[in-house]
C-alpha cells in the first residue's frame, strides 16, 4: 500500500519483486504451451501410407456394419467369424483418449514411445479409423468413450484409455455360409434339409388309333 512518504521508484521494484516469486512458485508446467499432436501420416511404418489406409478401408467395408453406443452397450453389426472383442495393449501404443476433429470426424489421440527406429518421434499422434495399428492391425472405428475398435490379425479388439469403463458389446453377425439349395422344415421333427431336386414330369405313351 503507498503511504504518501513511498518513492515511485520502491513501488516499482515492490511490484517486479512480486512478479517474480508469482513465476517461481507457480506449479510446474502451469505455463507451459499443450504438447502437439502429429498426423498419423508422420509415422507412415507404423500408421501407414495411403496403398495401406485404402486397403484397411476396403476390408472394413466389407466386414463391419456399423456400430452404435446405446448407454453403456455398444452394438456391433457385422460379418464375418469374429467374436466379443478382447482388451488389447501394446507396450509402444498407448490410448490417451477419443475426441472430434474440426470436421466432427472422430479420432484417437496416441501416445507413441520407443519406435524412433521405425521413423516415429515419441509424442502424441491423431489415428483415425482405417489407420494401421503395426503390421496386421487397423483401426475399425473410434467410440466417444475413449475406446477404440481394432481388427488384429483376424480378430476383434479393443484400446481403451487408463481408467476408463470397458463397454458392454452386443454382437450382431451375418454368417458367410450360403445354401445353394432351397432349406425346408419336416413336419416331424422340424429339423432342416436341403429340398430335393425338382423330378420331371412323366410322359404317357402316345395312344395308338
Known amino acids: 500500500m503507498r503511504t504518501p512518504n513511498t518513492p515511485r521508484r520502491t513501488l516499482r521494484w515492490t511490484a517486479r519483486l512480486s512478479l517474480a516469486l508469482t513465476l517461481c512458485l507457480a506449479p510446474d508446467g502451469a505455463s507451459a504451451d499443450p504438447p502437439a499432436v502429429r498426423d498419423a501420416r508422420a509415422c507412415p511404418r507404423v500408421f501407414g501410407d495411403g496403398a ?5 478401408r476396403e476390408q472394413r467395408e ?7 453406443a446405446v448407454g453403456p452397450t455398444v452394438e456391433i453389426e457385422f460379418r464375418g467369424p469374429w467374436t466379443r472383442p478382447r482388451r488389447f495393449t501394446y507396450g509402444a501404443l498407448e490410448l490417451v483418449g477419443t475426441e472430434r476433429a474440426g470436421d466432427g470426424a472422430a479420432r484417437a489421440v496416441l ?7 521405425l521413423g516415429c518421434a515419441d509424442g502424441l499422434y491423431a489415428v483415425g479409423v482405417d489407420d494401421a495399428l503395426g503390421a496386421g492391425a487397423h483401426v475399425l472405428a473410434v467410440l466417444d468413450r ?6 488384429a490379425g483376424g ?6 484409455a487408463e481408467r476408463t469403463a470397458v463397454p458392454q458389446w452386443r454382437l450382431s453377425w451375418d454368417s458367410d455360409i450360403r445354401f445353394r439349395k432351397p432349406i425346408r422344415f419336416t413336419a416331424s421333427g422340424g429339423s432342416p434339409r436341403a429340398a430335393p431336386p425338382p423330378r420331371a414330369a412323366a410322359r404317357r405313351p402316345a395312344r395308338k388309333r
Open 62 to 68: 466389407r466386414r463391419l456394419y456399423r456400430t452404435r
Open 155 to 160: 480378430r476383434l479388439g479393443y484400446l481403451a
Open 52 to 56: 495401406r489406409v485404402a486397403a484397411n
Open 111 to 117: 501416445r507413441v514411445t520407443g519406435l524412433e527406429r
Open 146 to 151: 475413449d475406446v477404440v475398435l481394432v481388427e
